[in-house]
């Protein structure tokens, strides 16, 4: 069955650190992987999509993430993070039979000044 | 663009009511729409997904007696939540897309507060 793990329940940085969360999954085929932001109270803004090709992919608001079919991961990287940053962050994969997506458990991030 | 509205954005209300909770797509015309549950610092449920003009498929353990939902035309669907009690109250939140396929990404509206007193 499909799944996907975010390991990093909590992650804290300081403003201006670089960051990176990660996400793994399982999926027989080629996922369609994404990235989601969630401000509290708030409901989720898409900040990147995986579907093929290039496996470095570019997104909003600065943040990149990179498909490693070995390792079955989809990591969030951002090389500088703003305070704006943080939020509630969720991995997706899309099951390519239907439309539905499978979510991660979310990684909070907090950001330090 | 793919603008999703939700409405309303939080609603209190007493045990026993009804809720209608509506979802938009603002500029696009969504073929597919879901609803989802979250319970706080939890990740987001899946309830049912809906496509226009057809009967909503709700994911098993969620009842559909109590969570009807309506997806009349290719721009709104509507959550009413039933006879609500106190354990419905959550955040609700809509999505939705263009395709039938997960090719093309959700978009995701703001959410809805219940809370059931």
């Known amino acids: 069955a499909q799944s996907v793990t975010q390991p990093d329940i909590h992650i804290t940085v300081s403003e201006g650190a670089s960051l990176e969360l990660r996400c793994n999954y399982s999926?027989?085929?080629?996922?369609?992987l994404f990235w989601y932001v969630q401000s509290p109270g708030q409901g989720l803004q898409l900040l990147l999509k995986?579907?093929?090709?290039?496996?470095l992919v570019q997104g909003i608001k600065g943040f990149e993430a990179e498909f490693k079919r070995s390792q079955s991961s989809f990591n969030l990287r951002k090389p500088s993070v703003h305070w704006s940053d943080a939020a509630e962050y969720f991995c997706?994969?899309?099951?390519?039979?239907?439309?539905?997506?499978?979510f991660g458990t979310g990684t909070r991030l907090k950001v330090l000044a | 663009g793919a603008v999703v509205s939700q409405h309303p954005s939080w609603v209190i209300c007493k045990s026993g009511t009804s809720v209608k909770i509506e979802c938009r797509s603002l500029?696009?015309?969504?073929?597919?729409m879901f609803w989802y549950r979250q319970f706080p610092k939890q990740s987001l449920m899946l309830m049912a997904t809906?496509?226009?003009?057809?009967?909503?498929?709700?994911e098993q353990g969620v009842e559909k007696d109590k969570f009807l939902i309506n997806h009349a035309s290719l721009t709104l669907s509507t959550l009413t939540v039933t006879s609500a009690h106190p354990e419905d109250s959550s955040f609700y939140i809509c999505?939705?897309?263009?395709?039938?396929?997960?090719?093309?990404?959700?978009?995701f509206g703001d959410g809805t507060r219940l809370s059931i007193l």
């Open positions: 999505s939705a897309g263009w395709g039938t396929h997960s090719n093309q990404p959700q978009h």
């Open positions: 999926y027989g085929a080629t996922p369609y």
């Open positions: 995986y579907f093929s090709g290039d496996t």
């Open positions: 997706a994969v899309g099951d390519g039979g239907t439309y539905k997506y499978i």
């Open positions: 500029d696009f015309q969504a073929t597919t």
């Open positions: 809906s496509n226009e003009g057809s009967k909503a498929t709700y």
